[in-house]
DNA sequence: CAGTGTGAAGTTGTTCACAGCA
DNA sequence: TGCTGTGAACAACTTCACACTG
């Protein structure tokens, strides 16, 4: 027996890869939009400033199939990536911390065409609990330590300080909720069926800092 | 020949590693602010949940120097990574787009502890355009199209939709900016002595929703 | 023959193993 | 003995090379 019987669902799709799907989307809807039919992997390495080469790998992990010369139907290759991305199923978010950064979130709505809806919003400062921001009411999170597992919760946002973060964590994972977007700079610890996504705002940021003072750096030598 | 000569100085620093400096920095800040005067790799692995010879060799391209049995030096090794990082610098940067996520980063304002200073933003819309978002002026791009160039502005940040990405990063190589971070979800064309960093909002979401969607699949089978 | 699909080679980053040190 | 520091093994991802196909 072929150890590789069915590749595409029993191995992983690389992360990176996966980190990438988003971008080919925008594009493929944006192609659709001005009523292109077939699109071939190099014309979508181009548009994006990538190598050919992935988009065909990148691609062939949603299952999508592709002709000699013509290339893949933009549409099909859509419901393929939204597919895959589960951007057809809708889920609830719950998000804590609504300081500068949650709140900043909050009002950035481009989430809600990913199916990504934060339905309630979490803090401990007397000051922002009971407003509204972008829609969504601020909470006193200790009066809602039970909530979340009659709810069906999936996903929980955390934009606290760092030092917070575990806690709520943990919180959280008490709530039954299953992925946790995490925005506090911190590796949250948590058990291994659930599912942690960092973003470290400031990891861009130091890429760039760090470059240029080492470009600077050179010139002074 | 060999193409390892001298690693410490020609070799730069991977990405990865940079990518985490951020994280250590502010978790030994915290640390300091504790009393702690010293701190072992071990230690910091375990706040941050991550392997400790991997701190060790992210901390080394700092330039730290640890002492065995006892460790780093708090104070020491906060200034080395903040050297590291360019916080001490102060960068001046432009914001174009001041949409939904142009505005929240404005309001978020988290980034001014880099060294990081947002002095104008710009936008094409006319609704927009006077307003004032988090004390940072929004100004019609169209009317300062040679600015840049006369105000010295290091960095630049793209908050646009996707397809007026290009057309803004090429002003701002015209405007003489080094750095573009990149929140638009395409990847820039630039000359290779522009320094490109691509925050994908997206990605984060699309890896979490494609785990949740694997996780559930494989109940339903 | 331009473009897909895929195994192989190459590159980069992570983890291991151990020497050296206080 | 606990920790640093580093070269070497390992794993993950990317790029290359090429067979295949309409």
Chains 1, 2 share one sequence.
Request: glycine share 6%.
């Amino acid at each position: 027996m072929k150890k590789d019987a069915d590749k595409s669902k029993i191995m992983g799709v690389p992360e990176p890869s996966v980190r990438r799907m988003p971008k080919y989307l925008i594009l493929l809807r944006s192609m659709r939009d001005k009523g292109l039919v077939n699109i071939s992997a190099p014309q979508i390495a181009q548009h994006l400033n990538m190598d050919p080469t992935q988009v065909v790998k990148d691609l062939s992990y949603t299952g999508a199939r592709g002709r000699p010369k013509i290339g893949y139907a933009v549409e099909e290759l859509i419901n393929l990536l939204e597919d895959f991305l589960g951007y057809n199923k809708k889920y609830e978010a719950f998000l804590v911390g609504a300081g500068s950064l949650g709140s900043a979130l909050l009002r950035y709505q481009g989430f809600t065409q990913t199916g990504l809806k934060v339905v309630a919003a979490f803090d401990t400062d007397k000051n922002i609990i009971g407003t509204e921001i972008a829609g969504v009411k601020v909470f006193d999170i200790e009066k809602f330590r039970d909530l979340a597992s009659r709810l069906h919760i999936t996903i929980g946002i955390i934009t606290t300080p760092a030092h917070a973060a575990q806690n709520v964590t943990d919180l959280m994972v008490c709530w039954g909720i299953k992925a946790i977007w995490n925005f506090a700079p911190v590796s949250l610890k948590v058990p291994s069926h659930i599912i942690v996504q960092d973003t470290q705002m400031y990891s861009n940021l130091a890429v760039i800092m760090n470059s240029l003072k080492q470009y600077e750096d050179k010139q002074n030598i």
